[in-house]
């Protein structure tokens, strides 16, 4: 289930990732890093535009953890913006599309979702290392 109003990213190799995902149906076999990928179809927070954004897989028990790592910079990736203006989105996970509505989470639900995040991504604690600001985690619950 694809918006054919939803935008590409402009990064070469993130468009490369979503263009496979939408012509295949199914995220199976999209992997960033090494590490698997859903795709979350967001609303941009300033233009209102649907914006195709893949992240790394962390699920447990039917919800979802995203995690604004943004390789360690030192600022929010730009969709961090986009899920706090408009948290209800889709997210693709396989052939399968849901509604979910994100929150933000800190102390010992942040520390759960965030070591389950690790677990999928080990990447995760390096990038954390990285940089100053609190590495953003939201959970994504069903609707």
Same mark, same amino acid.
């Given at each position: 289930?694809?918006?054919?109003?939803?935008?590409?990213?402009?990064?070469?190799?993130?468009?490369?990732?979503?263009?496979?995902?939408?012509?295949?149906?199914?995220?199976?076999?999209?992997?960033?890093?090494?590490?698997?990928?859903?795709?979350?179809?967001?609303?941009?927070?300033?233009?209102?535009?649907?914006?195709?954004?893949?992240?790394?897989?962390?699920?447990?028990?039917?919800?979802?953890?995203?995690?604004?790592?943004?390789?360690?910079?030192?600022?929010?990736?730009?969709?961090?913006?986009?899920?706090?203006?408009?948290?209800?989105?889709?997210?693709?996970?396989? $052939?399968?599309?849901?509604?979910?509505?994100?929150?933000?989470?800190?102390?010992?639900?942040?520390?759960?979702?965030?070591?389950?995040?690790?677990?999928?991504?080990?990447?995760?604690?390096? $990038?954390?290392?990285?940089?100053?600001?609190?590495?953003?985690?939201?959970?994504?619950?069903?609707?």
């Amino acid at each position: 289930m694809t918006d054919k109003t939803a935008e590409l990213s402009p990064t070469d190799w993130v468009q490369d990732q979503t263009k496979r995902i939408l012509e295949t149906g199914t995220t199976e076999g999209v992997e960033m890093r090494g590490a698997p990928v859903v795709l979350l179809t967001l609303r941009g927070a300033k233009t209102g535009k649907l914006r195709y954004t893949p992240v790394m897989r962390v699920e447990h028990d039917g919800r979802y953890a995203v995690v604004g790592s943004k390789g360690g910079a030192p600022e929010h990736p730009a969709w961090y913006y986009n899920i706090k203006a408009h948290p209800e989105f889709t997210l693709q996970d396989g $052939t399968v599309t849901k509604t979910y509505v994100a929150r933000e989470v800190d102390g010992a639900e942040r520390t759960e979702w965030w070591e389950r995040a690790v677990a999928a991504y080990p990447r995760y604690a390096e $990038t954390q290392a990285m940089t100053d600001r609190q590495v953003p985690v939201f959970v994504l619950d069903p609707k």
